[in-house]
């Protein structure tokens, strides 16, 4: 006989294994079940039905929805389809199997509920230690909306589409009025609609759909002209159109804020808007509301008592002498930015360094032109000196600038400083090559930029600007490469932040599994050797 191990897939069992035995200690399914264990459910019950027929368990929905962004299966349907195949997921649901229409309106119906479960996982890694808060950097990534560029529109594309519908509407009627007669000749007069043949069927049916179409033109038109808007997207009528790279589509700028620590992300959002200057102030007030939940204040550790009175002194020296370093891409940086990054909430908790996009190419020029080198050192506009008693500045030839205009550029001043004896400048042609002399631009907020260079010139400035690439650009490229979710596949701004935030969850879940993987421990043992207990009961 033959020496093979017994084998038979039909045997029964006295006493069956818990699912989860199949799969390995270490396994991504374990840690995603026992996290969801970790976190505030009540906002979930809250939302349950007490009559009819009992609901799914949160807890059982929240698990596949986390692991299914984790494993690539970002739709309803292909998440039903695993809860009859894969092992993982019919541990996480207990064996139970909702349908893709029930699982489709969880996430629909609880898309704020699960943005706030992002910062109670956040939460766990900062319990685990794999976020430090020493060192954040800001980034953003456009995304493809679930939408195509040929149904986005301005107004008068709208209005040419709307009245070819509108020819063809009436093109098809005066056919469907000729077949009318010609039917009545041949069936009688009698006969319903029903019993047409297939074919004048099937024209109806299209000029129905030609009138939604016309319908969605109609409402999108009156939309584009109350939002200011220039363009709308008639499928997702909130996606805009964004730059990436060599494309342009319509689709939002994911942003993250990341932990350099084990790039865990730690707050997110989702906006339409197509440059990023607006979304710096908003991302730190985002950030200072995450690290309230995951590092609260001294006086909120001493109301739940849950230090002792050492752990206390320690943390409030590190409170003391401890500023968060920011680093942020050049597209953050603009005067009101900088003026905001004074105010006091700002300037006690971070320490930026953000450079505006002249000093970054100057820096580190990449792909661009060498400017004349006697413009960038003798003639530079950093060697111009202002005075201020007389509003001028006067350039390395001792010659005036005078005040001429100013202009808005960001939502900031720009003043505009001209001087008007350039031509008989013998060092002319080496400083400009405008016909009208040599003009500077200064923004209102220039100490403030000057001040900004003069911080990332340095050593130490240098050193954690360079480190930002490293922290925030691979969670991105993790997204988009390894889980492959490279587009939206909800509609709507609202649903699409919902999306992302569970995208995000799925990226710091698959780090917190590689973290206890390597510790050797499960999620639960991992908190228990960091002395750290649940916060939430979801008895």
Known sequence: MSNVRPYNNKELLLFPPSVGDYLPKDDLAHVVDEAVEQIDLTPYYRKLSSVGNPSYDPALEIK????????????????????????????????????????????????????????????????????????????????????????????????????????????????????????????????????????????????????????????AQEKLKTSGKKKINTTDEDAQFQKDKTRIIPGYRGQAVVDSTEQIIIATDVTNEQSDYAQLIPMLDKTLENIDKIDPPMEKLKEQNNISNDKQDNKEQDNEKRKIN???????????????????????????????????????????????????????????????????????????????????????????????????????????????????????????????????????????????????????????????????LLRGIEKVKGEFSLMCNAHNLRKMARFTREMGLTLKEALVMSELMPVYSNS
Not at 74 to 100: C, N, T, V, W
Not at 376 to 400: A, G, M, Q, R, V
Request: proline content about 3%; charged content about 35%.
């Open 64 to 219: 596949v929805w986390f692991y299914g962004y984790c494993v690539e299966a970002y739709s309803s349907r292909k998440i039903e389809d695993k809860l009859h195949r894969d092992i993982s997921f019919i541990y996480l649901a207990g064996m139970q199997k909702p349908d893709f229409r029930t699982i489709s309106d969880f996430r629909k119906n609880n898309l704020n509920e699960l943005r706030n479960s992002f910062v109670d996982i956040v939460q766990i890694c900062h319990r685990l230690g794999m976020t430090k808060l020493g060192h954040i950097a800001l980034d953003s990534k456009v995304m493809k909306a679930n939408a195509s560029a040929s149904n986005t529109y301005d107004e008068k594309e709208i209005i040419k589409e709307r009245q070819e519908i509108e020819k063809e509407i009436e093109k098809y009627l005066q056919k469907a009025n000729q077949t009318d007669e010609q039917e009545d000749k041949l069936y009688g007069p009698d006969k319903c609609g029903n019993e047409l043949p297939e074919d004048i069927r099937k024209k109806e049916d299209r000029i129905k759909k030609i009138k939604r179409i016309a319908e969605q033109l109609s409402q």
């Open 326 to 488: 920011l680093t942020g891409d050049a597209g953050y940086n603009n005067g009101n930015n900088l003026a905001e990054l004074e105010k006091k909430k700002y300037k006690e908790k971070f320490e930026a360094y953000i450079p505006d996009s002249i000093y970054k190419n100057n820096t580190y020029p990449i792909n661009r032109k060498e400017d004349n080198p006697q413009k960038k050192t003798f003639f530079d506009k950093s060697k111009f000196i202002y005075h201020k008693d007389i509003d001028k500045f006067e350039c390395p030839n001792k010659k005036l600038l005078d005040y001429v205009s100013n202009f808005k550029q960001d939502g900031h001043l720009v003043f505009c400083y001209q001087c008007d004896s350039c031509k008989s400048c013998p060092l002319f042609s080496k400083c400009t090559t405008s016909e009208t002399g040599r003009t500077i631009h200064v923004s209102e907020h220039q100490p403030l930029i000057d001040k900004m260079r003069q911080k990332l010139s340095t050593k130490e400035g240098k050193k954690i600007y360079g480190k930002r690439k490293t922290i925030v650009e691979p969670v991105f490229g993790n997204m988009s490469h390894n889980l492959g979710f490279r587009e939206f």
